[in-house]
Nanobody, 115 residues
Framework: VQLVESGGGLVQPGGSLTLSCAAS????????MRWYRQAPGKERELVAA????????NHADSVKGRFTVSRDNAKNTVYLQMNSLKHEDTAVYYC?????????WGQGTQVTVSS
């Protein structure tokens, strides 16, 4: 089982990034997917979630209107489109595949918002 995030990096405030998380080793389409983030000295927080077929999404209030979660089950990939990035979005972003009996985690990708 693998979840591999990519797309992180350094971006200026107001900029955009798209994170990707490629899944392998399990039936991706049967898992709800989530994006979490963890900033230095802070607890991990849920950023966005998407249902198995993509018909239902939820976003944290702190990112609503700026971030969009999506998925492509044919490519076994979940995405996080991040626009209008702010300093406070700086964190390691993790993708998470979840079912009732447990979850898988990726290794994370660093997003740094700085001028």
């Amino acid at each position: 089982v693998q979840l591999v995030e990519s797309g992180g990096g350094l971006v200026q405030p107001g900029g955009s990034l798209t994170l990707s998380c490629a899944a392998s080793g399990f039936t991706f389409s049967r898992f709800d997917m989530r994006w979490y983030r963890q900033a230095p000295g802070k607890e991990r927080e849920l950023v966005a979630a998407i249902s198995t077929a993509g018909g239902s999404t939820n976003h944290a209030d702190s990112v609503k209107g700026r971030f969009t979660v999506s998925r492509d089950n044919a490519k076994n990939t979940v995405y996080l489109q991040m626009n209008s990035l702010k300093h406070e979005d700086t964190a390691v972003y993790y993708c998470n595949a979840v079912r009732s009996w447990g979850a898988y985690w990726g290794q994370g990708t660093q997003v740094t918002v700085s001028s």
